[in-house]
């Protein structure tokens, strides 16, 4: 009897997020109602890398979806010395990583000193004429890691009071827009009403001219039928996030994703928890992944995602369950 040899992808790659680490004892959450295991996120991210670099078919790029060190670090002034720490494991990688940022990077570093630093993966983005936003300060790019594919990396802090100077126009303006829905002293102190709770200090949004740039590349990918898959710290559904995760344009990003049909699947971390949810409306795939942080070191929290011409299977370790997204 003749056995037909199992499908190969066409491309594999990783997926991980909120590793946070700090060299500072276990704590918990802002609420301290779920524990965060500062100095073990290290050893999961090793146990992520052994994984990918052991595997048969190993992952072409990694995708680190924000907070990759705590912000407990600049009190301490270990910015520096926890990055490079983390970045030693990154190193192992069997291939590139394309690295997202979230509230902690802004909690450690400058929005310019993370432009010029490791953590801006921009160098790796599609040569093409949309590859990067017109505006320099902007942290978004795509890349092509397969004919047919396309990966979108998006700022979620674009719009935010973190990482800019107090005395910029980009702070008031998004300082203005914070106020509007936040009276709290404590501006990471959520509003009571669920619908305006994601209006905190810790989040973030989409500029204008960074949804311009998004609308430049998913008209191309729907002119060439490519698959994009977009990437970014900030969940934007809400059945796929606690509301007080979701960034705070979400909806200006959400319309957006349901009026092309290139778009599959949208990846996300921040949330810690994890999260779901496919859109019938779009087709498109709302993966939020569950953090490092607060996974117990006896298990892990990372995926490995095979690409066909029809599906992404999710293989998840650990806290991540495992998914298959239909195109």
Known sequence: MDHCPPEQPLFTFGVIA???????DDG?????????????SLELLRKAQKRWSESAAKPEFILQLGDIIDGLNQSRGASELALNTVLREFGSSPGEVHHVWGNHEFYNFSRSALLSSRLNSSSLADCSPTGTPARPDIYAYQFCPFPGFRFVVMDAYDISLLGRPESTEQYRSALDQLKLYNNNEDLNCPPELEDFSRFTMFNG????????????????????????????????HPSATDWV???????????????????????????????????????????????????????????????????????????????????
Request: aromatic share 14%.
């Open 18 to 24: 909120d590793v946070q680490y700090a060299d500072v």
């Open 28 to 40: 918990y959450n802002y609420s301290r109602t779920r524990k965060r295991y500062y100095r073990s």
């Open 205 to 236: 949004g989409f500029s204008r001219d960074q949804m311009e740039w998004l609308e430049s590349v998913l008209t191309s990918a729907d002119e060439n039928q490519d698959r994009v898959t977009i990437v970014s710290h900030l969940p934007v």
């Open 245 to 327: 995760c979701l960034a705070w344009n979400f909806e200006e990003l959400l319309a957006a994703i349901r009026s092309h049909s290139s778009v599959v699947c949208y990846m996300a971390g921040h949330t810690h928890t994890g999260g779901y949810y496919y859109d019938k409306e779009s087709g498109v795939h709302h993966l939020t992944l569950d953090g490092v942080i607060e996974t117990p070191p006896d298990t892990d929290a990372f995926a490995t995602v095979s690409v066909y011409t029809d599906r992404m299977v999710l293989k998840g370790y650990g806290m991540v369950m495992d998914q298959v997204f239909m195109f």
